[in-house]
Structures are given as C-alpha cells and as structure tokens.
C-alpha cells in the first residue's frame, strides 16, 4: 500500500515540526531573563524603512559601544496589520520593550492604559521644544507616553527640465493661483501637470486646514465629522480644480500604484510627496537624477505656506516591557539631539524638536518640507481617530465628489460617517 | 495530472464481475451494527480538539459580547459585565440591517454563480481528452492556489482604472465611455468585481470536487441507459445527479459558508467601500473589532453571523439526517 | 487535435468527431484561459522592470525580462527561516487533520453508533466558526497558557480551521464507496481495519486529494494568526508575513511582491504534483490487491 509511505513520514514530520517550534521558543523564554544586573536584551520594533539599513548600523555600533550592558535587537516590522501587531504586543506578557507608533494612532494606546508613563521624563528629554503634531497625539489626559521620533510632510516635488521647457518659474509659485495657473501650463499632450490620485486624503486636510476648517471638530464634548462646513467645501472645491490638471486616477489612493512610479516614467511634472519619494524615482528611473525640485505646497496668499499634514511617529515603552531602564536609556538616545541631526539627514525627515530645524538647511527637499512644517497641523487628537482611518470614509468621499457626485450631499454624508466612527470607539 | 483518468478509479462492477453494484448512494444496510468502542476511539481526536480548541475559545467569544471589553480590558483585564447591552447596540444599529440584507444578496449570487460554473466545468472536464482534461484540471489547481493576497491585488489591477487592462480592453473595443472608468468609485461596480473575484476563487474547489464525484458514477451506468435510448440531459438528471447528489449538496452548503464569511478578499481589496458598498457581516464584524476597539460588539456581530448563517443551513441540516436516518 | 482521438482509425470520422468536439473544445480553453490569466499576470508582472508594471497600455508578453523582483524576494532577510516555518506549521496541520479527520469520517459514514448525529452536526456547526472573531480569545486563551509565539499555536489553529473541512469532505467520499467492496475483502481475511486501508483508501485518493490541498492552500496562506499570534519571536514569522515585506511608506514594491507571490504559489502546486503521484500509484494498487 502505497499510502503506508506518507502516513510514516507525517509522524516523523509533524514530530519534528513540534520539537522545532519548542525548541526555538525554549532558547528564547531563556534569552529573556536577565532584568536585573548584567546584560539585558533589549528588542526595539522599527517600522519598515523608518530608517535606513546604515543609519540602523551606524546607530546600533554605536549605541553598543556607550551602553554595553545593553544588548540591541532591533526588529524591523511590516505595515501590513501593524495595528493588530501592536495590540497583541501591548496585551502580551513580554512586551517588546520599545515600539514605533505612527502619530495619528498612538492616541488609541496612550489611551489604553498599556503604555508606560514617561511624564516625569519630559524636561530630561527636552519635551519643551518638541514638535506639536508629534507630542500632542502621545498624550493623554495630561500625561506623556509617546515621545516624538521624527517628522514629515508633503512637498511638491516637481521635474525641472519640464517647468523650464513650459516656462515657469517654480521660486514664484506662492499661492494657490499661481500654483494653478502653472500646473494648467504643465498639463498638456500626454505629459500631466499634476499626478494627484483621488484618494490623497492627506493633501485635502491641508487645503481644508488653509480654508480654516477641519476634518472633525469637538462640540459639547463629542467629536464630529466636520466635512461639510463652507471652509472644507471649499478645500475639496480646489482639489478637483488641482486633480483634474492631470490624469491621476480618481478612485485610487497615491500608494496603487505607487506615485513615485508613476512619476519615474516621465510624463509627470509634479507630485505631493515627502522628499524622501524624490529618492524612490530617481532609483526607478537614474535618468531624472538631478531634475527633481522641492517647493512647499503654496498657500491661500504669499506670505505662508500651505498648511500640512504632519506626519512621523513616536516612541512608546509598553508596559509589559520588562527593561523598561534600558529602554528609557534607548529612547533618550535616539530622540536625542545628536542623533536627531543625522536621522533627519540621513532620511530628510524633519527632527523631533523645532530648536533643531536648522539641521536639515542643507537638504533642499528637507528645506523645503521644513518651510511647509511650521504650518503643520494634526489630524483631530482622539483614539475614534484611528478607527476613521481604519474605514476612511473620506476617501470615498474624494472619488465620489470627483466623479461627479453632488458636493453638499457628499460632504453631509460623509461628515455623518465621520461623527460614527469616531464616537463607535469611545 | 495525468493521473486522474475517467477509467482510473475502479469501478466496482467491472473488477469484480460476480457482483452487480448497486447505485452508491443507496447502499446496503448490513453488519453496520456492533461497533463497540471503535467508533467513540475514532471521533475522541477530533471532539477533544473541537472542545479545546474551538469551543473553548467559542465560549470565551461569548463571553467577551456580554463584557464592556476594549482594548484596555484586553491588556489589563477585568472586564465588566454588561448584560445584553452590545446585543441592544448591535441590534439598533440600523446600519448592521442593511449590512445584513447584502451578506444575503451577496451570498446568493456568489452561491449560484459558483455553483453552476463549477458543474459545468466539471461535467466538461470529464468528456475531454487526457491533454485537454490535464490542461483543465491544472489550470484550475493554479487559480486555487495563487495567494488570495497576490489574486486580489492582480483583480485591482486589472480594474484599475488609468492602467487597468479592463478598461483598456474595453476602450480598444469601442466603447469610450470605459476611457478611465473608475470602477472603484461605484459600488455596485465594486460589488460586482468582488463577486467576480470571489467566483474565480471558488470555483476551482467545487469544480474538482465535482469532477472528483463525477469519476465514482460508475460507466456502465451510463452505458446502460444510452443503449436503453435516455438523451444526454436526462441521464445527468436521472442517473448522474443522484450519484453525486451528496457531493453537490455538501459543496452547495461549504460554499453558502465560504461566501457567508467572505473577508480577506474584501478587506484587502474595498475595505468595504465605497460608502458601505461592499461591506458584508464579517466585514462588519472586524471593522468593530479591530479599528474601532470595540472587542465586545465584533464579538456580538460575528456570533450574530453564526446565527444567521446556521439559520440559511437549517433546511441543509434537516435533509442530510432524513438521508442519515435511511442508512 | 490529435491527441483527444488517437484510437480513431478512419480519417473522415475523426473529422466529424472534431467537429462535435469543438464547443467543447471551445469551453476548456476559455477555462483555461480565464483561470489562467490572473496567474499569467502575476508571474509576468514579476518579471518586468517596476517602470513597466503599471502602463497605460498593458504589455502582455515584457519588452525588457528582468529576475532583479526575484533577488529582492529571495534576499529579503529571514527568507529561508519563513519557508521551513511555514511549511513546518502547514505540514504540520495538514496531516493531524488527515489523520484525525479520515478516522472521525470513518467512524461517521460506516458505524452506527449513539451522538453521530450530534457529531455530524457539530462539525458542520465548526465548519462555520468565525475565525476572524476568535482571534482576540484564541489570544487570551493562548497568552494564559504561554503559548504565545509558538509555531505549535499556529498548527493547532490551522488544524482545527481545516478538520472540520476534511472531516465532512472524507465523508462525502466514504459514503459514495460502495461498502460491499470491504464486505468482499473481510470475506477473503481481512479486519475491518484492513480492508479499509485496503480498499477504501485508496478510493479515496480524490477526495484525499483534495481536502489536503484545500488544507494546504488555507494554512499557507493564513496572515491574521501569524500577525498577532506570533509576537516577539521573529524567527518564528511564517511566509504571509514575508509577503506583506515589500510595502513601505512610498507604496508598495509590486514587482517584489507578484515574485514573492509566485514563488510562494509554487508549493501549492508541488504537493499537487505530489499527491497526483500517490493518487495513481494508490489507484493502482488497490485495482491490483483488491
């Protein structure tokens, strides 16, 4: 019988399969033990690509010479499910003991009572010039749990040669007008003047941000969806003006296809992006190395920029770390300043602190993003936020405003699905 | 895949001409008496698994839908008991009724879809040659097996709507009004991609199997009742489909569960817009869960779902034991 | 078209029987066809340079071939460990549920016995468990008893989402063999048991086939358990998870993640292959013993 064959090897298999995984999770209960004196492992999780592979080499040789009672594990982690990662880390016995949070989620677990209090840490890690949109989401009710990491936000990136051939002068764009009427001038034949997805929801808060509205509003203590007010109708009025200088598609965000792709095969004059995209589309296409240009996106009038999302992340230590002393040591390393300087130049982000902006003069991308960033807003700091994203009912707004849906009703009902979620999670 | 062969499965009558068979389906009724122990040994595995590691957990889900549990009871614990008020907020909720109402559309259509494809290509797959049948049966193996996550980005792809071949297609042939059409931004569009998507996902299983099935009706049934002049529909009906008939019945009633929890497809590809386009139960369900931290109400809707799920499969449930009481 | 009628010596009748076999030829090539073109799509998109991938007008066959996807797939880091991980855990799953599944299916379709129909109900009951749901429980139950970050955890979720599967699939088949044919065997000397192995199993092969597959298929492709079950011990993250690398901030490295998807989809097609063989050898044997 010819089946007798496998039904043998699956015992020896599947007896393997249970020695390996009990094996493997044995060496590393025993790896996790010494928390008093000695060395203690540490395991710091990173977002995928927050930092580069040398910057990550060049930090941990580092951070091994000054500290070596600390042995560093840095564990790159994927976007994919972060949120549910994160939870599950957060809820387990032997937490990870310091974790990366994007600022527009750290609010649901400063919230959750799952995070370590570093309020009493705020002068030593020099919290009075911290960057607002990175500090404000990783406090909760006057306390500090997240500590800010680094910063960005979008600027438009734009082809030189292009501009030159159309004849515009990229220095002079300051306003929205200007910007429009230069964009129109790019737009023509098959070469688009803005490759601007319908679902880059970051680029409508800022346009929403200038008019003075806001994605949500607190009213009597209760959040709500604030889409439908004058001022965001009229952020979303100049999207479509701007969205439709060019052909990106309308019921997609700017990651699908990837922007910076799209912008690498050479028919596109600008995209809104962190300055850090300019890298990826020089390394789809070398041939534009050196044609890409950085301004801020412009404002209502020329004497400020426009208004930004700030992006980035802070640090947070769980509460179930069980190196919580290591890992304070950790954090206060690279939140600080020294470190700081060479991870905003090493990945043009814009540092954790406003008294050390001029790190980054240098760069132009990150010259321009830091002109942009005094202007930095955050999205509406309540954990109902994070389930918003989670759904993202604005970006089906966009597309179906776009695609010709009626404005008001659109606005109305979205603002309506804005308020549910919100206050679904609180 | 040569190996499946029409002729590959020994057929009953043939190797042993003494017996004549008779039709599987009704199948003697002798010496399936004094088991003894046996049977109890063979079903203590599998009950002691389902009792551990289903039940259990299962219980624990009821649990946490009578509990105000979010995220700061699941890291610290203490949950407080709430007594039926996720139920009461789940229930008015008149947005998880229209959810409802499309987990039902959308399982319908899924269901017929998938079943009248899958036999039609498995009654296909059987009058072909060996190539063709290899060829067939192969292809099918490869859609099965593709990731989900790597099938639904391709579908996005292809529906994409400044770069998608769809649209592309559809332009090259005339019809301008596709130039750029935003699939994505209408929902019953959405809503038919997925369903196209989820179609082409399913039928790779039930269309195996039925072909698996279609290979024990034994040949000289057929036979038989060609030379006795039957045309081909009515031997499908009459003497094909009886054979078989468990087989479809039990793919009909996996499938009704398939597309009833339907997820990763969805999230990965709609997320359950546009609007609530193509938001379904289980959708709904982890929506709660997981972005909103809600534990205790996705609980509540998904064992919600088991409900009404078990309420579709009643009538499945009643015929397989009229069926088991004749054996 | 040779090959659907070989045996056919009259020329003229092999024609009309062409002819007659055109709709049907028809029909299995638009199967193929439309089964294949999704996968077609996702090993060519693997091969083209990333500037190619999206275009505004598709390139069915690429201009330029390029393996740069494959390398950034193959040496993205834990590769090796991901692969044995995660052919550990579905292996692993797939045969408990066999094992355990084929003897409760026996047990099902040819004994009479008391709580049969309770059983038979509770695997269907099982079948519809919702697994997305169970997740924060199975994670309670599993932090509780310190099996957090185990591949073992991991095997014994994926051998309960598919015994249900296999348990009813198995059964389905058993109930279509005829139980005269063990009856005979028992007559000629053999237990109970052996006739089963003997005759029954290799019947079976099929429906053997398929439910592995279909067991193979589900938990090799499981993301939701390997992301929150397995947390802090990186070594033991499973093959999905691999597959979710190639994202980042800028998007998502497309050319990587169809190479990655394609060679992740090749195992699928190996245990195929695989059985395929078992399959003939056991139809074999069995028409020859039996």
């Keep these: ?426 | 895949m040569s190996a499946i062969r029409e002729r590959a499965v020994p057929r009953p009558a043939g190797r042993r001409p003494g017996r004549t068979s008779p039709p599987p389906g009704a199948a003697g009724r002798t010496s399936r008496d004094r088991s003894g122990p046996w049977p109890y040994l063979l079903v203590a595995p599998a009950v002691l698994g389902m009792l551990y590691l289903l039940v259990y957990p299962l219980a624990r889900a009821v649990l946490i839908s009578f509990q105000d549990f979010r995220l700061r009871q699941l890291i610290a614990g203490h949950a407080k008991f709430v007594g039926f008020a996720n139920y009461r907020t789940l229930l008015s909720d008149p947005r998880f009724w229209t959810v409802v109402r499309r987990t039902f559309v959308f399982m319908a259509v899924n269901v017929v879809l998938i079943m009248v494809i899958a036999l039609l290509v498995a009654l296909m797959t059987q009058r072909l040659g060996r190539i063709w049948r290899t060829a067939v049966l192969s292809s099918l193996v490869l859609a099965w097996a593709m990731p989900v996550v790597a099938a639904t980005t391709v579908f996005q792809w292809l529906f994409h709507s400044e770069f998608g071949v769809v649209n592309w297609a559809l332009t090259s042939l005339g019809f301008d009004s596709f130039e750029r059409y935003p699939w994505f931004a209408h929902g019953t569009a959405a809503f038919a991609i997925l369903v196209l998507l989820v179609v082409w996902q399913s039928v790779p299983f039930a269309a195996i199997t039925l072909y698996s099935a279609l290979t024990t009706v034994p040949a000289e049934l057929h036979e038989s009742a060609r030379i006795d002049g039957a045309g081909a529909f009515r031997i499908l009906r009459s003497i094909t489909f009886p054979v078989i008939r468990p087989i479809v019945m039990l793919v009909l009633c996996l499938e009704v569960i398939w597309t009833f929890k339907a997820f990763t497809q969805i999230w990965v590809m709609t997320r359950g817009g546009p609007g609530d386009a193509t938001t379904i139960l289980p959708v709904y369900a982890v929506q709660t869960a997981l972005a909103g931290q809600r534990y205790d109400l996705g609980s509540a809707a998904s064992l919600a779902t088991v409900v009404l799920m078990s309420g579709v499969l009643v009538l499945y449930f009643r015929q397989m034991f009229r069926q088991e009481d004749e054996l | 078209m040779s090959v659907t009628s070989p045996d056919t010596p009259v020329r003229r009748r092999s024609t009309v029987r062409r002819l007659r076999r055109l709709p049907l030829h028809a029909g299995a090539a638009l199967t193929v066809l439309v089964c294949l073109f999704p996968v077609y799509w996702m090993a060519v998109t693997a091969f083209k340079p990333s500037r190619d991938i999206q275009s505004t007008t598709p390139q069915f066959v690429p201009h330029t071939w390029t393996l740069e996807h494959f390398r950034t797939a193959v040496h993205a880091a834990g590769f090796a460990r991901f692969w044995s991980n995660s052919l550990l855990v579905t292996v692993g799953a797939v045969l408990l549920s066999l094992v355990i599944g084929c003897g409760a299916a026996f047990a099902v379709a040819r004994m009479r016995w008391r709580g049969r129909r309770q059983f038979v109900l509770a695997v269907f009951v099982a079948q519809m468990a919702p697994w997305e749901s169970l997740i924060i429980p199975v994670y309670i139950i599993a932090r509780d008893t310190d099996m957090l970050d185990r591949l073992l955890t991991l095997t014994l979720v994926y051998f309960m989402v598919t015994l249900p599967f296999t348990t009813i699939v198995l059964r389905g088949f058993i109930a279509t063999i005829p139980p005269e044919l063990e009856e005979a065997a028992r007559v000629d000397g053999c237990t109970r048991f052996g006739a089963f192995r003997r005759i029954a199993l290799p019947l079976l092969a099929p429906g053997l086939m398929a439910t592995s597959l279909f067991g193979f298929i589900t938990a090799w492709n499981e993301f939701a358990y390997a992301n929150f079950l397995i947390i802090k011990n990186q070594d033991n993250r499973t093959l999905p998870v691999w597959l979710s690398s190639f994202k980042n901030t800028f998007g998502t490295d497309w050319g990587a993640t169809m190479a990655a998807s394609t060679l992740f989809a090749l195992p699928a097609l190996g245990v195929f292959l695989l059985l395929q063989r078992h399959v003939t050898s056991g139809l074999a044997s069995g028409a020859v013993k039996g």
């Design chain 1, 1 to 426: 019988m010819k089946f007798r064959l496998p039904t043998s090897a699956s015992v020896i298999v599947l007896t393997a399969a249970l020695l390996v995984s009990g094996c493997s999770s044995g060496s590393d209960d025993a790896a996790g033990g010494g928390a008093g004196g000695g060395t203690s492992e540490l395991t710091v999780w990173l977002m995928r690509d927050s930092v580069s592979a040398a910057f990550q080499k060049e930090f941990t040789t580092a951070f091994a010479a000054t500290h070596p009672d600390i042995r560093l594990k840095v564990q790159i982690q994927e976007w994919d499910g972060i949120g549910q990662k994160v939870t599950a880390a957060l809820a387990s016995n032997d937490a990870p003991d310091v974790i990366e949070i994007g600022n527009t989620q750290v609010a649901q677990y400063a919230q959750s009572g799952g995070l370590l209090d570093l309020s009493d840490k705020k002068t030593d890690l020099g919290g009075a010039t911290w960057l607002r949109g990175l500090a404000e989401p990783g406090a909760w009710e006057g306390k500090q749990y997240g500590i800010p990491y680094y910063a960005a936000n979008r600027v438009v990136i734009y082809r030189k040669d292009l501009v030159r051939q159309a004849g515009v002068d990229p220095t002079a764009i300051k306003t929205r007008d200007q910007w429009l009427a230069a964009t129109g001038k790019l737009n023509k034949g098959d070469q688009q003047g803005i490759y601007l997805t319908g679902q880059t929801w970051y680029a409508l808060a800022g346009f929403i941000w200038d008019e003075g509205g806001d994605l949500a509003v607190q009213r009597d203590g209760k959040w709500q969806g604030a889409l439908d007010t004058p001022q965001a109708l009229a952020g979303m009025e100049f999207y479509q003006r701007l969205q439709a200088l060019g052909k990106g598609p309308k019921d997609a965000d700017e990651a699908n296809p990837p922007q910076a792709e799209v912008m690498a095969k050479g028919k596109v004059a600008q995209i809104i992006a962190t300055p850090g995209g300019a890298n990826v589309v020089t390394e789809q296409n070398p041939q534009l190395k050196g044609k890409l240009g950085f301004f801020p996106i412009p404002g209502k009038s020329a004497d400020k920029p426009g208004a930004v999302f700030t992006g980035g992340s802070d640090l947070v230590i769980p509460a179930a770390s069980q190196h919580q002393d290591a890992a304070y040591t950790f954090v206060k390393e690279l939140t600080g300043d020294t470190w700081q300087k060479k991870l905003a130049l090493a990945m043009s982000y814009v540092p954790n602190k406003t008294s050390l902006a001029s790190a980054v003069a240098s760069d132009p991308g990150a010259a321009a993003m830091a002109a942009g960033a005094a202007q930095g807003h955050a999205t509406p700091n309540t954990p109902g936020w994070a389930a918003v994203e989670a759904e993202n009912p604005i970006k089906d707004y966009m597309t179906a405003v776009l695609t010709g849906g009626d404005i008001k009703r659109e606005a109305a009902k979205t603002s309506e699905e804005v308020t549910r979620a919100m206050n679904s999670a609180s």
